[in-house]
């Protein structure tokens, strides 16, 4: 460690002291927050350093604490308890996650074989989590890391042209909700009833129709770029890349444009005028994700607060068991609709 923020040097429940880090191992995302004594309690340490927490997650993006006492579920709840006072569901879902106990998931259940590309969690909604906490109950044998990139020096990457047309158009998602090749309706919704999608739906400013064949398609149109509410900062913040039809294994991009109609992918972003992003935009996005993106390794008991609008996670593939948990908080304040641009996508 580099740097130690001596505001940190408080006990930690009795257990011996708890050392800050803003700089280790090289990097700054994210801040370090270590029990000096393996095992020591992280309740009474976050009760009592609530506004440091705040500080290190807005100022570095996301805050690691490691060597605690957290081994599983039930004391991964006490955590996020402790961290806010509104832990949330998981709605409008697009990823498969089981539900361990309340208000706590799996990580997205994809092929260990697979990436995870980075993307800030729910930014395609309205009303998103402004943090996403991480729990490691095992690490993996290799790999599996949770990759992290900053989404303000993402932002700060692009060009002024870019960054002007998705200001001005935003992004259009398209989702087709195909049983056996994406998350049916019934999932993403956690619903059996038509009448509640439509009236989420409609809260919500999306466009939901039903396909002939029966499924349901939905179209919305959110802004590519945000401001924090706390920090000011403005940040890139969006699924624009995650969504696109070609961030999907170049095999299963193909398969599916070759066996479907351009408006039944299971997923896919325009601007939000319905017009394609164009292919030198895209590679333009990927340089600059690729080029903030950083990582450290999991040890079994770490915790990973990410602050959401500020920081984008991914996944590495990996080998052997891996379980990560993963609980949301704090929902942002719902946000004025775009409107629905017009246009076949």
């Given amino acids: 460690m580099t740097l130690t923020d001596p505001a940190a040097a408080a006990p930690g ?38 506004d440091l927490i705040d500080d290190l997650a807005h100022r570095a993006g996301a805050v690691l604490f490691r060597d605690f006492a957290v081994t599983g579920a ?5 955590v996020m308890d402790a961290l806010s ?13 089981t539900e361990v106990s309340h208000g706590i998931y799996t990580s997205t259940e994809y092929p260990a074989d697979q990436h995870i590309l980075l993307h800030n969690e729910q930014s395609y909604t309205d009303n998103w989590p402004m943090r996403i906490v991480f729990c490691c109950e095992r690490p993996a044998d290799r790999g599996g890391r949770t990759p992290l990139a900053d989404s303000r020096r993402v932002l700060a990457a692009l060009s002024p042209e870019t960054v002007a047309k998705f200001e001005r158009l ?15 309706w019934q999932e993403a919704f956690q619903t059996d009833d038509p009448g509640r999608v439509a009236a989420y739906c409609a809260a919500a400013g999306i466009s939901a129709e039903w396909a002939d064949d029966g499924h349901l398609r939905t179209r919305q149109v959110r ?55 164009e292919d030198e935009t895209l590679a333009e996005l990927r340089a600059a994700y690729a080029a903030e993106t950083t990582g450290f390794d999991w040890r079994q008991g770490d915790v990973l607060l990410v602050e959401n609008m500020i920081t984008a996670h991914a996944r590495e593939p990996f080998e052997g068991p891996r379980r990560i948990l993963a609980a949301m908080s704090d929902p942002a304040r719902p946000q004025a609709h775009a409107p629905q641009a ?3 996508a």
């Fill in 170 to 184: 935003g992004v259009q998602y398209v989702r087709n909700y195909l049983p056996g090749i994406s998350l049916d």
């Fill in 223 to 277: 802004p590519a770029v945000h401001t924090h509410p706390v920090t000011g900062e403005r940040t890139w913040f969006n699924h624009a890349v995650f969504f696109h039809v070609t961030s999907l294994p170049e095999e299963v991009s193909t398969g599916l444009r070759e066996a479907l109609p351009e408006e039944d992918l299971p997923y896919n972003t325009y601007y939000g005028d319905g017009t394609p992003i």
């Fill in 74 to 78: 039930a004391q991964f709840r006490t």
């Fill in 13 to 50: 429940a009795g257990h011996g002291s708890v050392t800050v880090a803003r700089q280790w191992d090289g990097r700054t995302l994210p801040a370090l927050v270590r029990a000096d004594a393996p095992g020591t309690d992280l309740l009474p340490w976050i009760r009592a350093h609530r």
């Fill in 85 to 97: 006072g509104r832990v949330l569901a998981y709605g409008e879902r697009s990823s498969p996650r």
């Fill in 342 to 344: 017009g246009g076949s």
